[in-house]
Protein backbone atom coordinates (compact mmCIF):
# COMPACT_ATOMS: atom_id res chain seq x y z
CA UNK A 1 0.00 0.00 0.00
CA UNK A 2 1.48 3.39 -1.17
CA UNK A 3 1.73 6.36 1.58
CA UNK A 4 -1.35 7.83 -0.57
CA UNK A 5 -3.49 5.09 -0.21
CA UNK A 6 -2.44 5.44 3.94
CA UNK A 7 -3.24 9.06 3.96
CA UNK A 8 -6.92 7.92 2.01
CA UNK A 9 -7.34 5.47 4.52
CA UNK A 10 -6.89 6.99 7.67
CA UNK A 11 -9.06 9.78 6.18
CA UNK A 12 -11.55 7.90 5.40
CA UNK A 13 -11.82 5.96 8.99
CA UNK A 14 -11.69 9.24 10.30
CA UNK A 15 -14.49 10.43 8.65
CA UNK A 16 -16.61 7.45 10.04
CA UNK A 17 -15.60 8.14 13.23
CA UNK A 18 -16.86 11.85 12.31
CA UNK A 19 -20.40 11.52 10.93
CA UNK A 20 -20.99 7.98 12.38
CA UNK A 21 -22.35 6.85 8.73
CA UNK A 22 -23.86 3.58 8.78
CA UNK A 23 -20.72 2.21 6.27
CA UNK A 24 -19.87 -0.53 8.58
CA UNK A 25 -21.53 -2.09 11.49
CA UNK A 26 -21.34 -4.77 13.65
CA UNK A 27 -24.44 -7.75 14.21
CA UNK A 28 -27.16 -5.92 14.81
CA UNK A 29 -26.12 -2.29 13.73
CA UNK A 30 -23.96 -1.70 16.66
CA UNK A 31 -21.38 1.02 15.21
CA UNK A 32 -17.74 -0.56 15.59
CA UNK A 33 -15.86 2.49 16.94
CA UNK A 34 -12.85 0.85 18.58
CA UNK A 35 -12.63 -1.82 15.54
CA UNK A 36 -11.89 1.90 13.34
CA UNK A 37 -9.49 3.23 15.82
CA UNK A 38 -7.82 -0.01 16.06
CA UNK A 39 -7.63 0.18 12.03
CA UNK A 40 -6.56 3.71 12.22
CA UNK A 41 -3.54 2.70 14.30
CA UNK A 42 -2.52 -0.06 12.43
CA UNK A 43 -2.51 2.85 9.16
CA UNK A 44 -0.05 4.51 10.78
CA UNK A 45 2.05 1.82 12.08
CA UNK A 46 2.24 1.01 8.06
CA UNK A 47 3.11 4.20 7.29
CA UNK A 48 6.12 4.13 9.77
CA UNK A 49 7.24 0.79 8.10
CA UNK A 50 6.52 1.86 5.02
CA UNK A 51 8.16 5.68 5.18
CA UNK A 52 11.35 4.01 7.21
CA UNK A 53 10.25 6.32 10.77
CA UNK A 54 11.42 4.60 13.63
CA UNK A 55 8.18 5.97 16.23
CA UNK A 56 4.80 6.71 15.65
CA UNK A 57 4.86 10.33 16.07
CA UNK A 58 6.98 11.09 13.60
CA UNK A 59 4.81 8.33 11.63
CA UNK A 60 1.96 10.82 12.04
CA UNK A 61 3.72 13.52 11.75
CA UNK A 62 4.55 12.82 8.04
CA UNK A 63 0.42 11.10 7.63
CA UNK A 64 -0.70 14.94 8.40
CA UNK A 65 2.11 16.75 6.15
CA UNK A 66 1.24 13.59 3.23
CA UNK A 67 -2.55 14.96 3.64
CA UNK A 68 -1.86 18.60 2.35
CA UNK A 69 0.92 17.80 0.12
CA UNK A 70 -0.35 18.64 -3.62
CA UNK A 71 -0.09 15.63 -5.77
CA UNK A 72 1.79 15.50 -9.33
CA UNK A 73 -0.84 14.96 -11.93
CA UNK A 74 0.57 11.81 -12.92
CA UNK A 75 0.30 9.87 -9.35
CA UNK A 76 -2.87 11.74 -9.02
CA UNK A 77 -4.13 9.79 -11.98
CA UNK A 78 -2.47 6.86 -10.90
CA UNK A 79 -4.60 6.83 -7.45
CA UNK A 80 -7.74 7.21 -9.28
CA UNK A 81 -9.44 4.79 -10.91
CA UNK A 82 -9.50 3.79 -14.92
CA UNK A 83 -12.52 0.99 -14.93
CA UNK A 84 -15.02 2.96 -17.68
CA UNK A 85 -17.22 0.83 -16.00
CA UNK A 86 -17.33 2.75 -12.61
CA UNK A 87 -17.11 6.99 -12.16
CA UNK A 88 -14.15 8.48 -12.39
CA UNK A 89 -13.40 10.25 -9.26
CA UNK A 90 -10.00 11.78 -7.57
CA UNK A 91 -9.58 10.62 -4.17
CA UNK A 92 -12.19 9.00 -1.76
CA UNK A 93 -12.11 11.97 0.65
CA UNK A 94 -12.77 14.25 -1.63
CA UNK A 95 -15.47 12.35 -3.36
CA UNK A 96 -17.00 11.76 0.49
CA UNK A 97 -17.09 15.84 0.74
CA UNK A 98 -19.19 15.65 -2.78
CA UNK A 99 -21.80 13.49 -1.45
CA UNK A 100 -21.76 15.62 1.85
CA UNK A 101 -22.97 18.61 -0.32
CA UNK A 102 -25.42 16.72 -2.39
CA UNK A 103 -27.21 15.36 1.13
CA UNK A 104 -27.50 18.73 2.49
CA UNK A 105 -28.78 20.02 -0.57
CA UNK A 106 -31.17 17.70 -1.12
CA UNK A 107 -32.83 18.60 2.51
CA UNK A 108 -32.62 22.54 1.14
CA UNK A 109 -34.09 21.03 -2.11
CA UNK A 110 -37.13 19.57 0.23
CA UNK A 111 -37.50 22.63 1.94
CA UNK A 112 -37.57 24.82 -0.54
CA UNK A 113 -40.16 22.37 -2.53
CA UNK A 114 -42.45 22.54 0.83
CA UNK A 115 -42.17 26.50 0.51
CA UNK A 116 -43.20 26.77 -2.90
CA UNK A 117 -46.21 24.79 -2.50
CA UNK A 118 -47.24 26.35 0.31
CA UNK A 119 -47.14 29.65 -1.45
CA UNK A 120 -49.01 28.52 -4.27
CA UNK A 121 -51.74 27.16 -2.00
CA UNK A 122 -52.26 30.00 0.25
CA UNK A 123 -52.66 32.52 -3.06
CA UNK A 124 -55.18 30.29 -4.32
CA UNK A 125 -57.56 30.04 -1.11
CA UNK A 126 -59.29 32.60 1.14
CA UNK A 127 -56.12 33.02 3.24
CA UNK A 128 -54.81 34.93 -0.56
CA UNK A 129 -55.33 37.97 1.48
CA UNK A 130 -53.17 37.51 3.86
CA UNK A 131 -50.51 36.11 1.86
CA UNK A 132 -49.99 39.19 -0.48
CA UNK A 133 -50.65 41.44 2.55
CA UNK A 134 -47.52 40.50 3.78
CA UNK A 135 -45.77 39.93 0.88
CA UNK A 136 -46.84 43.43 -0.50
CA UNK A 137 -45.62 45.22 3.26
CA UNK A 138 -43.39 48.03 2.74
CA UNK A 139 -40.51 47.97 5.54
CA UNK A 140 -37.07 49.28 5.30
CA UNK A 141 -34.51 52.15 7.02
CA UNK A 142 -34.41 55.66 5.39
CA UNK A 143 -30.76 56.78 4.65
CA UNK A 144 -30.46 59.90 2.67
CA UNK A 145 -28.61 59.35 -0.32
CA UNK A 146 -30.05 55.25 -0.47
CA UNK A 147 -34.25 55.42 -2.30
CA UNK A 148 -34.51 52.03 -2.66
CA UNK A 149 -34.38 50.36 0.62
CA UNK A 150 -37.87 50.69 1.30
CA UNK A 151 -39.05 47.46 -0.56
CA UNK A 152 -42.01 45.24 -0.18
CA UNK A 153 -41.12 41.97 2.11
CA UNK A 154 -41.41 40.02 -1.09
CA UNK A 155 -38.84 41.91 -2.97
CA UNK A 156 -36.29 42.03 0.24
CA UNK A 157 -36.56 38.38 -0.37
CA UNK A 158 -35.62 38.39 -3.62
CA UNK A 159 -32.91 41.22 -4.06
CA UNK A 160 -31.75 40.57 -0.33
CA UNK A 161 -31.82 36.95 1.04
CA UNK A 162 -30.79 35.21 -1.94
CA UNK A 163 -27.89 37.60 -2.13
CA UNK A 164 -26.62 34.73 -0.01
CA UNK A 165 -27.29 31.73 -2.20
CA UNK A 166 -25.49 34.15 -5.24
CA UNK A 167 -22.09 34.97 -2.73
CA UNK A 168 -21.95 31.06 -2.15
CA UNK A 169 -22.34 30.53 -5.62
CA UNK A 170 -19.52 33.05 -6.32
CA UNK A 171 -17.50 30.87 -3.97
CA UNK A 172 -17.84 27.71 -5.15
CA UNK A 173 -17.73 28.86 -9.45
CA UNK A 174 -13.77 30.14 -7.53
CA UNK A 175 -13.35 27.03 -6.59
CA UNK A 176 -14.05 25.32 -9.95
CA UNK A 177 -11.97 28.09 -11.99
CA UNK A 178 -9.13 28.02 -9.87
CA UNK A 179 -8.73 24.22 -8.80
CA UNK A 180 -11.27 22.60 -10.08
CA UNK A 181 -13.56 21.10 -13.14
CA UNK A 182 -12.89 24.17 -15.03
CA UNK A 183 -9.82 24.58 -14.66
CA UNK A 184 -9.29 24.04 -17.89
CA UNK A 185 -10.48 26.63 -20.52
CA UNK A 186 -11.53 23.75 -22.81
CA UNK A 187 -14.02 22.19 -20.37
CA UNK A 188 -14.78 25.58 -19.25
CA UNK A 189 -16.14 26.99 -22.20
CA UNK A 190 -18.33 24.10 -23.13
CA UNK A 191 -21.32 25.44 -20.11
CA UNK A 192 -20.56 29.34 -20.70
CA UNK A 193 -21.42 28.58 -24.62
CA UNK A 194 -24.35 26.75 -23.87
CA UNK A 195 -25.90 29.10 -21.64
CA UNK A 196 -25.25 31.41 -24.67
CA UNK A 197 -27.80 29.29 -26.95
CA UNK A 198 -30.03 28.63 -23.87
CA UNK A 199 -30.49 32.28 -23.35
CA UNK A 200 -30.61 32.68 -27.62
CA UNK A 201 -33.24 30.23 -28.53
CA UNK A 202 -35.90 30.90 -26.11
CA UNK A 203 -36.14 34.44 -26.81
CA UNK A 204 -35.80 33.33 -30.60
CA UNK A 205 -38.97 30.85 -30.34
CA UNK A 206 -40.77 33.67 -28.42
CA UNK A 207 -40.41 36.59 -30.52
CA UNK A 208 -41.55 34.18 -33.57
CA UNK A 209 -44.81 33.27 -31.52
CA UNK A 210 -45.31 37.14 -30.78
CA UNK A 211 -44.49 38.56 -34.03
CA UNK A 212 -47.15 40.16 -34.58
CA UNK A 213 -48.18 42.04 -31.90
CA UNK A 214 -45.77 44.99 -30.47
CA UNK A 215 -46.80 44.97 -26.88
CA UNK A 216 -45.84 41.61 -26.41
CA UNK A 217 -42.60 41.56 -28.08
CA UNK A 218 -41.68 43.58 -25.01
CA UNK A 219 -41.77 40.10 -23.36
CA UNK A 220 -38.97 38.53 -25.30
CA UNK A 221 -36.55 38.52 -22.10
CA UNK A 222 -38.69 36.49 -20.30
CA UNK A 223 -38.05 33.02 -21.16
CA UNK A 224 -34.00 33.36 -21.43
CA UNK A 225 -33.42 33.26 -17.42
CA UNK A 226 -32.50 30.05 -15.94
CA UNK A 227 -33.16 30.32 -11.75
CA UNK A 228 -30.14 28.96 -9.97
CA UNK A 229 -31.95 28.12 -6.35
CA UNK A 230 -34.32 25.72 -7.98
CA UNK A 231 -32.58 24.22 -11.04
CA UNK A 232 -29.50 23.21 -8.39
CA UNK A 233 -32.39 21.89 -6.24
CA UNK A 234 -33.89 19.98 -8.51
CA UNK A 235 -30.45 17.96 -9.41
CA UNK A 236 -29.92 17.72 -5.74
CA UNK A 237 -32.99 15.90 -5.11
CA UNK A 238 -33.25 13.78 -7.74
CA UNK A 239 -29.58 12.88 -8.44
CA UNK A 240 -27.57 12.42 -5.11
CA UNK A 241 -25.15 9.46 -7.20
CA UNK A 242 -24.53 11.59 -10.17
CA UNK A 243 -20.92 13.25 -10.99
CA UNK A 244 -20.34 16.62 -9.40
CA UNK A 245 -19.36 17.00 -13.20
CA UNK A 246 -23.06 17.57 -14.23
CA UNK A 247 -23.61 19.84 -10.87
CA UNK A 248 -20.68 22.18 -11.81
CA UNK A 249 -22.05 22.31 -15.52
CA UNK A 250 -25.72 22.97 -14.72
CA UNK A 251 -24.38 25.76 -11.83
CA UNK A 252 -22.20 27.43 -14.58
CA UNK A 253 -24.61 27.66 -17.36
CA UNK A 254 -26.91 28.66 -14.64
CA UNK A 255 -24.79 31.42 -13.62
CA UNK A 256 -23.66 32.73 -16.68
CA UNK A 257 -27.46 32.38 -18.04
CA UNK A 258 -28.27 34.33 -14.96
CA UNK A 259 -25.74 37.12 -15.73
CA UNK A 260 -26.78 37.58 -19.45
CA UNK A 261 -30.38 38.33 -18.16
CA UNK A 262 -29.15 40.83 -15.53
CA UNK A 263 -26.90 42.80 -18.57
CA UNK A 264 -30.54 42.22 -20.57
CA UNK A 265 -32.39 43.99 -17.51
CA UNK A 266 -29.58 46.42 -17.75
CA UNK A 267 -29.63 47.41 -21.17
CA UNK A 268 -32.90 47.26 -22.29
CA UNK A 269 -35.43 47.59 -19.07
CA UNK A 270 -33.16 49.97 -17.12
CA UNK A 271 -34.40 53.14 -17.25
CA UNK A 272 -32.45 54.67 -14.44
CA UNK A 273 -29.07 53.41 -14.37
CA UNK A 274 -26.79 55.33 -11.81
CA UNK A 275 -22.81 54.46 -12.47
CA UNK A 276 -22.09 56.71 -9.82
CA UNK A 277 -23.21 54.07 -7.19
CA UNK A 278 -21.30 51.35 -8.92
CA UNK A 279 -17.90 53.20 -9.08
CA UNK A 280 -18.36 53.80 -5.26
CA UNK A 281 -19.51 50.30 -4.82
CA UNK A 282 -15.66 49.52 -5.76
CA UNK A 283 -14.27 50.84 -2.09
CA UNK A 284 -16.21 48.15 0.08
CA UNK A 285 -15.04 45.52 -2.44
CA UNK A 286 -11.56 46.45 -2.06
CA UNK A 287 -11.84 46.38 1.67
CA UNK A 288 -13.69 43.48 1.17
CA UNK A 289 -11.05 41.24 -0.72
CA UNK A 290 -8.20 43.22 1.14
CA UNK A 291 -9.59 41.53 4.44
CA UNK A 292 -10.01 38.23 2.79
CA UNK A 293 -6.81 37.47 1.51
CA UNK A 294 -5.09 39.77 4.26
CA UNK A 295 -6.76 38.45 7.11
CA UNK A 296 -7.48 34.90 5.53
CA UNK A 297 -6.02 33.46 9.01
CA UNK A 298 -8.29 35.26 11.35
CA UNK A 299 -11.31 34.61 9.43
CA UNK A 300 -10.46 31.28 8.98
CA UNK A 301 -9.50 30.09 12.39
CA UNK A 302 -12.42 32.74 14.12
CA UNK A 303 -16.13 32.10 12.79
CA UNK A 304 -17.19 35.46 14.42
CA UNK A 305 -14.93 37.67 12.58
CA UNK A 306 -16.14 37.03 9.27
CA UNK A 307 -20.02 38.40 10.16
CA UNK A 308 -18.28 41.26 12.15
CA UNK A 309 -15.87 42.30 9.29
CA UNK A 310 -17.25 40.83 6.11
CA UNK A 311 -20.90 41.48 6.22
CA UNK A 312 -21.25 44.89 6.89
CA UNK A 313 -18.73 45.08 3.34
CA UNK A 314 -21.32 43.37 1.76
CA UNK A 315 -24.33 44.83 3.05
CA UNK A 316 -22.86 48.21 1.99
CA UNK A 317 -21.86 46.73 -1.69
CA UNK A 318 -25.45 45.38 -1.96
CA UNK A 319 -26.74 48.27 -0.93
CA UNK A 320 -24.70 50.70 -3.61
CA UNK A 321 -25.30 47.61 -6.27
CA UNK A 322 -29.12 48.03 -5.67
CA UNK A 323 -28.91 52.06 -6.09
CA UNK A 324 -26.82 51.87 -9.27
CA UNK A 325 -29.67 49.96 -10.90
CA UNK A 326 -27.99 46.40 -11.64
CA UNK A 327 -29.79 43.52 -9.90
CA UNK A 328 -28.62 43.36 -6.60
CA UNK A 329 -28.14 39.90 -5.97
CA UNK A 330 -25.10 39.98 -8.68
CA UNK A 331 -23.35 41.55 -6.20
CA UNK A 332 -22.94 38.38 -4.04
CA UNK A 333 -21.49 36.65 -7.13
CA UNK A 334 -19.12 39.62 -7.48
CA UNK A 335 -18.00 39.15 -3.04
CA UNK A 336 -17.83 35.35 -3.95
CA UNK A 337 -15.04 35.56 -6.39
CA UNK A 338 -12.85 38.34 -3.76
CA UNK A 339 -12.57 35.26 -1.97
CA UNK A 340 -9.27 33.23 -1.81
CA UNK A 341 -9.37 29.82 -2.47
CA UNK A 342 -5.97 28.19 -1.67
CA UNK A 343 -4.73 29.76 1.48
CA UNK A 344 -1.68 31.40 0.80
CA UNK A 345 2.04 30.45 2.68
CA UNK A 346 2.42 33.39 4.71
CA UNK A 347 -0.89 32.44 6.58
CA UNK A 348 -0.89 30.88 9.97
CA UNK A 349 -3.33 28.58 8.56
CA UNK A 350 -1.42 27.50 5.60
CA UNK A 351 -1.47 23.83 6.74
CA UNK A 352 -5.07 23.61 6.85
CA UNK A 353 -7.22 21.18 4.95
CA UNK A 354 -9.39 23.62 3.66
CA UNK A 355 -8.76 27.25 1.56
CA UNK A 356 -11.19 29.56 2.81
CA UNK A 357 -13.49 29.60 0.56
CA UNK A 358 -14.22 26.38 1.29
CA UNK A 359 -14.69 27.35 4.92
CA UNK A 360 -17.25 30.23 3.98
CA UNK A 361 -19.32 27.92 1.82
CA UNK A 362 -19.74 25.68 4.72
CA UNK A 363 -20.86 28.12 7.06
CA UNK A 364 -22.93 30.01 5.33
CA UNK A 365 -24.65 27.05 3.46
CA UNK A 366 -27.19 26.19 6.31
CA UNK A 367 -28.48 29.52 6.42
CA UNK A 368 -28.96 29.38 2.39
CA UNK A 369 -30.77 26.22 2.31
CA UNK A 370 -32.51 26.42 5.21
CA UNK A 371 -33.94 29.57 5.45
CA UNK A 372 -32.85 32.20 2.81
CA UNK A 373 -33.82 30.35 -0.71
CA UNK A 374 -36.96 28.94 0.99
CA UNK A 375 -38.75 32.46 2.23
CA UNK A 376 -37.33 33.88 -1.27
CA UNK A 377 -39.57 30.43 -2.50
CA UNK A 378 -42.31 31.52 -0.72
CA UNK A 379 -42.99 35.05 -1.41
CA UNK A 380 -42.11 34.62 -5.22
CA UNK A 381 -43.87 31.16 -6.00
CA UNK A 382 -47.57 33.09 -4.39
CA UNK A 383 -49.50 33.02 -8.38
CA UNK A 384 -53.14 33.60 -8.32
CA UNK A 385 -54.20 31.36 -10.65
CA UNK A 386 -57.84 31.88 -10.89
CA UNK A 387 -59.10 28.73 -10.98
CA UNK A 388 -59.27 26.32 -14.14
CA UNK A 389 -60.96 29.52 -16.09
CA UNK A 390 -58.46 31.73 -15.22
CA UNK A 391 -55.69 29.13 -16.09
CA UNK A 392 -57.04 28.41 -19.35
CA UNK A 393 -57.40 32.00 -20.34
CA UNK A 394 -54.09 32.77 -19.10
CA UNK A 395 -52.73 29.68 -20.92
CA UNK A 396 -53.86 30.25 -24.07
CA UNK A 397 -52.81 34.20 -24.08
CA UNK A 398 -49.62 34.27 -27.13
CA UNK A 399 -47.77 35.98 -24.22
CA UNK A 400 -48.04 32.56 -21.77
CA UNK A 401 -47.49 29.51 -24.98
CA UNK A 402 -44.55 31.75 -26.05
CA UNK A 403 -43.01 31.93 -22.30
CA UNK A 404 -43.87 28.24 -22.21
CA UNK A 405 -42.68 26.81 -25.41
CA UNK A 406 -39.59 28.45 -25.15
CA UNK A 407 -38.96 27.31 -20.92
CA UNK A 408 -39.48 23.79 -22.06
CA UNK A 409 -38.26 22.89 -25.75
CA UNK A 410 -36.17 26.57 -26.12
CA UNK A 411 -33.94 26.11 -23.30
CA UNK A 412 -33.62 22.13 -23.93
CA UNK A 413 -32.77 22.69 -27.54
CA UNK A 414 -30.63 25.86 -27.32
CA UNK A 415 -28.43 24.07 -24.17
CA UNK A 416 -27.78 20.90 -26.23
CA UNK A 417 -27.62 21.68 -29.48
CA UNK A 418 -25.27 24.69 -28.26
CA UNK A 419 -23.31 21.99 -26.40
CA UNK A 420 -23.40 19.50 -29.13
CA UNK A 421 -22.06 22.23 -31.81
CA UNK A 422 -19.25 23.74 -29.28
CA UNK A 423 -17.93 20.29 -28.51
CA UNK A 424 -17.24 19.80 -32.47
CA UNK A 425 -14.17 22.12 -32.46
CA UNK A 426 -10.83 21.05 -31.51
CA UNK A 427 -10.30 22.97 -28.26
CA UNK A 428 -13.36 22.70 -26.49
CA UNK A 429 -14.57 19.17 -24.85
CA UNK A 430 -17.22 18.11 -22.49
CA UNK A 431 -15.94 16.71 -19.29
CA UNK A 432 -16.06 13.14 -19.64
CA UNK A 433 -18.05 12.09 -16.58
CA UNK A 434 -21.34 13.69 -18.48
CA UNK A 435 -22.99 11.37 -21.20
CA UNK A 436 -24.75 13.14 -23.46
CA UNK A 437 -28.21 11.79 -22.44
CA UNK A 438 -26.88 13.93 -19.27
CA UNK A 439 -26.50 16.64 -21.14
CA UNK A 440 -30.39 16.15 -22.22
CA UNK A 441 -31.72 16.55 -18.86
CA UNK A 442 -29.43 19.17 -17.28
CA UNK A 443 -30.91 20.89 -20.36
CA UNK A 444 -34.42 20.41 -19.31
CA UNK A 445 -33.85 21.57 -15.87
CA UNK A 446 -32.36 24.76 -17.28
CA UNK A 447 -35.07 25.65 -18.35
CA UNK A 448 -36.74 26.21 -14.37
CA UNK A 449 -37.01 30.13 -14.77
CA UNK A 450 -38.54 31.78 -11.95
CA UNK A 451 -36.61 34.52 -10.04
CA UNK A 452 -35.23 37.10 -13.07
CA UNK A 453 -38.31 35.84 -15.11
CA UNK A 454 -40.75 37.50 -12.74
CA UNK A 455 -38.94 39.95 -12.35
CA UNK A 456 -38.34 41.06 -16.14
CA UNK A 457 -42.02 39.81 -16.54
CA UNK A 458 -42.43 43.38 -14.22
CA UNK A 459 -40.92 44.92 -16.44
CA UNK A 460 -41.70 44.21 -19.96
CA UNK A 461 -45.21 45.19 -19.53
CA UNK A 462 -47.18 48.26 -18.04
CA UNK A 463 -48.28 48.30 -14.33
CA UNK A 464 -51.77 46.04 -14.15
CA UNK A 465 -51.70 44.76 -17.54
CA UNK A 466 -53.32 41.56 -18.00
CA UNK A 467 -50.07 39.85 -19.87
CA UNK A 468 -47.93 40.36 -16.77
CA UNK A 469 -50.38 38.10 -14.85
CA UNK A 470 -50.37 35.97 -17.74
CA UNK A 471 -46.43 35.42 -17.67
CA UNK A 472 -46.66 34.69 -14.20
CA UNK A 473 -49.00 31.87 -14.68
CA UNK A 474 -46.78 30.70 -17.68
CA UNK A 475 -43.36 30.74 -15.61
CA UNK A 476 -45.12 29.10 -12.93
CA UNK A 477 -46.52 26.22 -15.67
CA UNK A 478 -43.44 26.52 -17.96
CA UNK A 479 -41.03 25.83 -14.85
CA UNK A 480 -43.05 23.31 -13.62
CA UNK A 481 -42.85 20.80 -16.12
CA UNK A 482 -38.92 21.72 -17.44
CA UNK A 483 -38.73 20.60 -13.78
CA UNK A 484 -40.80 17.42 -14.38
CA UNK A 485 -38.89 16.66 -17.61
CA UNK A 486 -35.77 17.32 -16.21
CA UNK A 487 -36.22 15.59 -13.16
CA UNK A 488 -37.51 12.09 -14.72
CA UNK A 489 -34.49 11.93 -17.07
CA UNK A 490 -32.10 12.45 -14.58
CA UNK A 491 -33.47 10.20 -11.94
CA UNK A 492 -33.33 7.49 -14.32
CA UNK A 493 -29.57 8.77 -14.91
CA UNK A 494 -29.21 9.08 -11.09
CA UNK A 495 -30.49 5.11 -11.11
CA UNK A 496 -27.59 4.20 -13.63
CA UNK A 497 -24.93 6.20 -11.66
CA UNK A 498 -26.13 4.46 -8.42
CA UNK A 499 -25.93 0.99 -9.27
CA UNK A 500 -22.29 1.93 -10.74
CA UNK A 501 -21.63 3.62 -7.22
CA UNK A 502 -22.45 -0.02 -5.58
CA UNK A 503 -19.03 -1.22 -7.18
CA UNK A 504 -17.25 1.00 -5.83
CA UNK A 505 -18.04 -0.23 -1.98
CA UNK A 506 -16.50 -3.45 -2.99
CA UNK A 507 -13.01 -3.79 -0.61
CA UNK A 508 -12.02 -7.31 -1.09
CA UNK A 509 -8.74 -6.62 0.77
CA UNK A 510 -10.52 -5.13 3.43
CA UNK A 511 -8.11 -2.81 4.37
CA UNK A 512 -11.17 0.45 5.27
CA UNK A 513 -10.48 1.87 1.59
CA UNK A 514 -12.57 0.70 -1.49
CA UNK A 515 -10.78 -1.07 -4.00
CA UNK A 516 -11.86 1.39 -6.84
CA UNK A 517 -9.65 3.98 -5.41
CA UNK A 518 -6.35 1.67 -5.06
CA UNK A 519 -6.90 0.74 -8.75
CA UNK A 520 -7.13 -3.21 -7.71
CA UNK A 521 -10.86 -3.15 -8.43
CA UNK A 522 -11.68 -6.35 -10.05
CA UNK A 523 -15.45 -7.01 -11.63
CA UNK A 524 -16.42 -9.82 -10.36
CA UNK A 525 -18.46 -10.36 -13.69
CA UNK A 526 -15.34 -9.99 -15.95
CA UNK A 527 -13.34 -12.82 -13.82
CA UNK A 528 -16.35 -15.32 -13.78
Known sequence: MTARHLVDHAEYLQNIKRSALPTHRGEGGTFMHINHEKSLQRTVQELKAASGYSNTHTAQSKLKSLRRRRIPRQKEERMTHTNP???????????????DILRAETVGGTVLLIATVLAVVLANTPASTFYFGLRDTVVGPVIPGFNHLQMSIGTWAADGLLVVFFFLTGLE???????????????????????????????????????????????????????????????????TFLPSAMRVFLLTLAVVDDLIAICIIAIFYTNNFHGEY?????????????????GETMLHLKPLAAWVLLL?????????????????????VVLGFLVP???????????????????????????????????????????????????????????????MVALVAGKTIGIFGTTWLVTR???????????????????????????????????????????????????????????????????????????????????????GIPDVFEGTYRDPKAEA
Open 425 to 511: FKNANLDPDIAWIDVVGLAATGGIGFTVSLLVAELSFPHGSPHTEDAKIAILVGSVLAAIVGAAILSRRNKHYRALAEKETVDADDN
Open 85 to 99: DTLSRGSYSNSRRVA
Open 173 to 239: LKKEFVIGDLKSPSTAIVPIAAAFGGVAVPAIIYTALNFTSPTALHGWAIPTATDIAFAVSVLAAVG
Open 341 to 403: VKMSARSEAAQAEHGLAEVLEHRFRPLSTGICVPIFAFFSAGVAVGGFEGLGRALTDSVAVGI
Open 278 to 294: LLFALIPLALFAFIAYR
Open 312 to 332: PLGIITWALFLESGIHATISG
